[in-house]
């Protein structure tokens, strides 16, 4: 029992510092933040923006996010993978459920688990990460 409460207080934690990264995001509508974790260690982060060298700004002029706005999870898996690490096996804390489409770069990197704390409008991603077999867990923001 005392291993299940020690990875839900570390789950809570992660999660807390996903949503201070996510403060670092330009964008007005939402701000998302996410962290990958292996073997205890923050092996990588992101928040959603525009590319690297693109203007900091995530809305157009009628308040629509851009077509080219990358998602938290997207930033931090490339991100990773600039570095050299490895994501196989790793945690991803992410402030809100993620999106198909980066439901299917989890898929990919190797991530076996993840843990948000909002859900996003639309549930497809959460589905396709639990036909992957992926371990999924909301922590209630009102547990952070």
Known sequence: M????????????????????????????????????????IISDGYNGTPSG??????????????????????????????????LGATLYVTSSPCLECSKLIIQAGIKRVVFSENYRLEDGINLLKRANIEVEQVEATDL
Do not use: P
């Not at 809305?59 to 080219?68: A, G, I, W």
């Open 2 to 41: 005392e291993n299940k409460s020690k990875q839900q207080l570390l789950d809570r934690r992660y999660l807390q510092m996903a949503g201070i990264w996510a403060q670092n995001s330009y964008c007005k509508r939402r701000k998302v933040g996410a962290l990958l974790v292996k073997d205890k260690m």
């Open 54 to 87: 693109f203007e900091n700004e995530c809305e157009d002029e009628n308040n629509q996010t851009k077509s080219y706005v990358l998602h938290a999870e997207a930033n931090a898996i490339t991100k990773v993978a600039k570095s050299g690490n490895s994501s």
